[in-house]
């Protein structure tokens, strides 16, 4: 569980963030909504604590981060995965090597446990034979599977996802949301994901934060989606001429 | 001047904070040896060539210049000796390392920071500093071994250009390599050296680091990062110069 309080951000004297309070549960998906440049990115920075809020506190389990001793905010750090909106490998490393690297990083397992441990994971998200490559020789879709396998190899309690379809084709898209919910169902994690693909708000948003030049605009489930009459969401859902259509049959069909 | 002042503030705590968390030692022993591979070991052919050439050229142009009969032959040798050993290989080379390994160092973390590579280092709790340049100021320690390999083929160069150009004979030239050789002069050319080894970890490293933006901007950081070790360089030569020469 993961509790936000009045959290905002300035980048010179700008605020890019304006007093978003909210909280994300344990197994449950949670989504973070807005156009490109409304501040998911940002957002998500400050949650993680790679940027340091100009108010405002994040709570993991009844802890403020901001009150944490760097011992604590390194054990923090290992119950943390990320998956960051260009995946981010490290380009040196073979897809195995970036998926072991937190594991060898941080504990003083026998490289074969540690492989036994990739190897579960990368089953886990159906990553076939590209083991021994490196991640310029793979397609976007794969660098997804081996950014979210190297998140998760450490069973970490909290995950995060900077835009993990973006750039996918949309059944790939799909695919990559349905992993991440079924991640988090099975390890029960805190998970928190930032998106503006309207296909993932309604696949796995079981809560929606909507997010409008850094504030927050709405929130709730991807079931009140169609019957909120908030301008700022719908004009932001609405948008495409499909989805207009598509709350016209949900609303005849749920009357 | 107030940003000049803020970016030496920040250079610091960045050295400050590269030591205060280790990395593992199995970890940082490969990436030590990597590091050493490329700053190092890729950097002895350009060092080579240079040296051997300029260390003719160096030669030639003394031979030519000395045109007064009552100047001794031998002194091309001694010119020869105490430009590479003093000035040429450790200055004049770490200046071309600024350009080589400085920019491969401050594209390459640059590029790291920009493809968001060092905040996933961030997020998994490593120490991002220690990880990144600590690996590089270790490699860069046995720098002064191309300085080394480039005063030995610089003197050699100047060697064989004149002998072999018919500017000086074999005899002559050797006897100006070891007229008033001050063992001083040697240990003077190896702080240098080192301090510069140094310079060229840490400040690339501290340019792309802290640099902002995409592709584009990671190749304007390795030109300003270019320029300012270099400057250092000229700056910390002129200053250990006057400290320990005069
Ligand atoms: N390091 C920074 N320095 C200054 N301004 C920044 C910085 N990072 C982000 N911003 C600004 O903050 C605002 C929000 O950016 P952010 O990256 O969070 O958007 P986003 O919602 O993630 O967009 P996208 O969907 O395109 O990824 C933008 O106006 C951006 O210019
Ligand atoms: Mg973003």
Redesign the pocket.
């Known amino acids: 569980m993961i509790e936000v309080t009045k959290l905002s951000k300035k980048?010179?004297d700008t605020y890019?963030l304006k007093e978003v309070s909210t909280n994300f549960e344990k197994g449950k998906t949670n989504l973070i909504i807005?156009?490109?440049?409304?501040?998911?990115?940002?957002?998500l920075k400050c949650i993680l604590g790679l940027f340091s809020p100009a108010s405002g506190e994040i709570i993991y389990n009844k802890t403020p981060l901001s009150k944490m001793s760097s011992k604590e905010r390194t054990m923090l750090r290992k119950d943390m995965g990320m998956v960051f909106?260009g995946s981010a490998l490290f380009d040196s490393m073979t897809v195995e090597e970036n998926i072991m690297f937190p594991m060898k990083m941080f504990t003083n397992d026998h490289i074969d446990e540690i492989r036994d441990r990739a190897n579960i994971v990368i089953k886990r998200v159906n990553l076939i034979n590209a083991n021994k490559k490196f991640p310029s020789e793979i397609s976007g879709g794969m660098k997804k599977r081996v950014a979210i396998a190297r998140a998760i190899i450490m069973y970490p309690n909290y995950l995060f996802c900077d835009?993990p379809n973006s750039g996918l084709d949309p059944n790939t898209a799909i695919l990559i949301d349905n992993l991440i919910q079924e991640i988090t169902k099975e390890y029960q994690i805190t998970t928190v994901i930032?998106t503006?693909d309207m296909n993932s708000v309604m696949e796995i948003g079981e809560k929606i934060i909507f997010?409008e030049s850094g504030e927050k605009k709405w929130e709730g489930t991807n079931k009140d989606i169609f019957n909120t009459d908030n301008k700022s969401i719908s004009n932001f859902v609405y948008s495409s001429e499909l989805f207009k259509k598509v709350r016209k049959i949900y609303v005849k069909e749920n009357k | 001047m107030i940003k000049f002042i803020e970016h030496i503030g920040r250079y610091f705590i960045m050295l400050q904070k590269m030591l205060e968390k280790f990395t593992k030692f199995d970890v940082l022993r490969k990436l030590i040896l990597r590091e050493i591979d490329d700053l190092i070991i890729s950097s002895l052919g350009i060092v080579s060539l240079i040296s051997f050439f300029v260390g003719g050229v160096v030669a030639i142009q003394t031979a030519i210049n000395m045109e007064n009969p009552l100047l001794p032959r031998y002194l091309v040798g001694f010119a020869t000796r105490q430009t590479m050993i003093l000035e040429f290989a450790p200055t004049f080379i770490s200046i071309i390392m600024a350009g080589k390994v400085g920019s491969f160092i401050t594209s390459s973390i640059g590029t790291m920071r920009v493809t968001e590579q060092i905040d996933a280092l961030e997020v998994m709790g490593v120490n991002t500093y220690n990880y990144l340049i600590f690996p590089k100021i270790i490699a860069m320690t046995i720098y002064p071994f191309i300085i080394v390999i480039s005063m030995f083929l610089g003197i050699f160069g100047g060697y064989f250009a004149c002998v072999t150009g018919g500017f000086t004979t074999h005899t002559d030239f050797i006897d100006g390599l070891q007229l008033d050789f001050v063992p001083f002069h040697l240990n003077y050319a190896f702080i240098k050296t080192f301090l510069f080894a140094m310079i060229l970890a840490t400040i690339p490293s501290y340019h792309g680091f802290f640099m902002?933006g995409g592709a584009l901007e990671v190749g304007k950081a390795s030109t300003t990062s270019f320029v300012w070790t270099s400057v250092a360089i000229i700056i910390m030569n002129s200053f250990v110069t006057n400290l320990l020469l005069t």
């Open positions: 980048f010179n890019v807005g156009e490109s440049g409304s501040g998911k990115t940002v957002f909106q835009e930032n503006h997010l | 902002k």
